[in-house]
């Protein structure tokens, strides 16, 4: 049977992505330090995939614990969410983010090495290719990361790519996310981040649920068709299921695969804005203020890539993204707490 040890399990999008493995009949061991998740979630999982996992709270620094974990456990494969994702505080701290995402990374690929554990998925960025000058990105744009946690990113790609050349038997696959959005349509789990949210959607939810009083529009004279920022957000859902399309590609092919997971589709804030005032009943108020440092008017993937090598795409649109995120925020208006 497929054992699977997932790092930064309880996360956002980890948690969404155990429920599948766990669904799917695989076995799932699960190491997070919970910096930025709550022990709560694990009950959750295992209450939605009726199948129990173990849980490790620990950090992927700690080379003593992995090593007892794949001594103990023979797992043959992981998948790698663990890391620290808030842009503006790598740039305030960026010696936490080398460290945590860098330096925690190469303790797990030494601890996988030594225990012949030889598949991995990463959780990579969209974030990578910075601003080539154009808003489609295929997985050929050049790579150059405009902030510390991109940057963390592109280096651990690298660490990965160097990795694959001395050790060929490894199978890889770097997954560029584009926007995670959505939530589990149970509402059981979903996104709560720790303090004022860095992104659009959980904002938008907490003023829906009236934890916050208006959302802030960074941005309303970009050359874009209503004047604000342009992303290509994909339901969470979707990416659990880019993450077992890959896992079985690498089951396959013995090779690194870099794709992409996006819709192909961008919407604008405005559009998030009127999309979640139809899927809640709630009005939305906003006020257009300066554009945020280090935004880009406009990106979204191609997602060819991702279909022709894992047979994946994004199934479900800004309705559902929508009314999933609104169903997890009203039955869980305080996160996990
Ligand atoms: P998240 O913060 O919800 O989940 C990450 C999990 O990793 C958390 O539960 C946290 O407690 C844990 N963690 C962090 N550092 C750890 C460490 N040193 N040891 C053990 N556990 C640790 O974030 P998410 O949105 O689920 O993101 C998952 C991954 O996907 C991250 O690597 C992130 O950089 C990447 N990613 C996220 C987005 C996004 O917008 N959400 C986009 C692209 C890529
Ligand atoms: C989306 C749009 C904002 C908040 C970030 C990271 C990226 C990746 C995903 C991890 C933009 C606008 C936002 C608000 C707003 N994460 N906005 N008011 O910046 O595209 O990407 O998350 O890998 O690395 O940079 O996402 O959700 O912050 O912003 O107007 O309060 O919403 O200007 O146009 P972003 P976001």
Redesign the pocket.
């Given at each position: 049977m497929n054992k699977v040890l997932v790092t930064g399990g309880t996360g956002y999008i980890g948690s969404h992505t155990v429920v599948k493995l766990l669904s799917a009949g695989m076995e799932v061991l699960v190491l997070d330090n919970l910096s930025n998740s709550s022990k709560e979630v694990v009950g959750r999982i295992e209450k939605l995939s009726g199948k129990s996992l173990q849980f490790f709270e620990g950090d992927i620094r700690d080379r003593a614990l992995l090593r007892s974990i794949f001594e103990r456990h023979s797992c043959n494969s992981v998948i790698h969410f663990a890391g620290l994702?808030a842009?503006g505080e790598s740039e305030e701290q960026p010696l936490k983010y080398f460290d945590n995402n860098v330096a925690g990374s190469i303790v797990l690929f030494e601890e996988m090495i030594r225990a012949r554990i030889h598949t991995l998925i990463f959780s990579s960025?969209?974030?990578v290719y910075g601003d080539p000058g154009y808003a489609c990105y295929q997985e050929s744009t050049p790579l150059s990361p405009m902030n510390t946690?991109?940057r963390t990113?592109l280096m651990v790609e690298d660490i990965l790519r160097d990795l694959k050349k001395a050790n060929p038997e490894m199978q890889i696959a770097l997954l560029r996310?584009f926007?995670?959005v959505g939530a589990h349509e149970s509402g059981d789990i979903g996104e709560h981040p720790f303090g004022v949210?860095?992104?659009?959607?959980p904002?938008i939810s907490q003023v829906a649920v009236g934890t916050r009083e208006k959302?802030?529009?960074?941005?309303g004279d970009y050359s874009t068709p209503d004047g604000?920022?342009l992303?290509d957000y994909i339901h969470v859902e979707d990416l659990g299921a880019g993450h077992l399309a890959a896992l079985h590609s690498l089951s396959e092919n013995n090779s690194l695969i870099t794709v992409n997971l996006g819709t192909g589709h961008p919407y604008s804030?405005l559009d998030m804005v009127h999309a979640f005032e139809k899927a809640s009943g709630k009005k939305i108020p906003y006020e257009i203020i300066g554009r945020?440092p280090g935004?880009l008017p406009e990106y979204y993937a191609d997602p060819a890539l991702a279909k022709k090598v894992l047979g994946w795409e994004a199934k479900l649109g800004i309705d559902r993204m929508c009314a999933d995120t609104w169903r997890w925020q009203q039955q869980n208006p305080q996160g996990y707490s």
């Open positions: 994702k842009v960025s969209a974030t946690y991109g990113k996310y926007n995670p949210p860095n992104n659009l959607m904002f959302l802030m529009i960074y941005g604000t920022g992303r804030v945020r935004d």
